[in-house]
């Protein structure tokens, strides 16, 4: 990217692709707005989820599968937790397992439902723009387990026809994943429509709610969905707790066998603390949701609307409606991704390019080319995500913030 110096304390990486800087944090002054506007990646634990993990963390260490007081609180902890999230989500508390994170609620439903299945038929439905946590497993069960697996179309906006998924059906499929929204352009999925199909045809429907868990409406039954992976970190709970959903008499074995903890759904001594946590978040996500939502889709329109007012050439991605309240995401022609994101960075602006599970990859995105994005549209992509703790003051510092420092990047570019 020319002759672009990002700061007086920032050195070019060696090694790394054209565009690409390391910087010394000390150069941004700590009395600096710093404005975070990656929510998608993750998010900060809400106050009160931490005071209900305290305990957990300090006096109440028991392991929840002994016997003594100590480990019936513990359970007793996890049980109360898991009853939070079977109310969110409409279903008996026994359906509901908890996991170490998302990636591994979607690795153990689809490997749960494909060998549980796998007599009857071994064709498997999916999408090209799912997260890795499923278009990985599906090439693993392709490759080395003799499955076939259908990538459906998507549109230039990243949705799923029902009437693509029909077609796709055959009498051997045993299973269809279909995320629920997007986690590098927030388009939303017909999730409820696709569903009732599967279960008309006796199909079995995972989908990967990570994205959604903190913004979407969850009902299992409404949704029509027989599996769902959440992860707690999406909605200000801490890292490393996760949620699987598998509907009773579901087909499905469990794929961590070990002491039948969780149901016998997930072997492993539990997370108390997490789990305490998730259900604390959880609940406090879906308290006056639609609420938070009206002042998330705002804000958002307010930066999209201002952001391609000021810069020619930026092109919003995904839909530009029906996607998660707090998302916008661009394709910024003639700028470097990581130029940019570090550059914002330096202003006070932490964003993204896409999924936080792919930092460091050089290839273009996935979901992105799966969109009908060119390889250079790809590798420019810039992604901005709201949440509940963002303010319009700090929304407007961005969307000042944000064209200043694409300008400038081109203005380099071309010296």
Known sequence: MGGYNPGSHAIQAHNAPTGAFFFDERSVSMEKRYVYLDHSATTAIHPDVLEAMMPYLTDEYGNPNSLHRYGQRAQRAIEKARRQVAAVL??????????GCGTESDNLAIRGVAFALRDKGRHIITTPIEHKAVLQ?????EEHFGFEVTYLPVDEYGRVSVDDVARALRPDTI??????ANNEIGTIQPIADIGALCRERGVVFHTDAVQAGGYLPLDVDALNVDLMALSGHKFHAPKGVGVLYVRRRTPWISMMTGGGQEHGMRSGTQNVAGIVGLGAAIEIAHTDREAKNARLRAMRDHLVGSILEQVDDVQLTGHPTERLPGHASFVVSNVDADSLLLGLDLEGVAASSGSACSSGAITPS??????GATKREAMSALRLTLGDDNTEEEVAYAAEAVPRVIQRLRQYART
């Open 366 to 371: 996935h979901v992105l080319s799966a969109i």
């Open 175 to 180: 299973l269809v994943s279909v995320m629920y």
């Open 137 to 141: 497993t599906v090439k693993q069960l």
């Open 90 to 99: 409409n279903c008996s508390p026994r359906e509901i397992a908890f996991t």
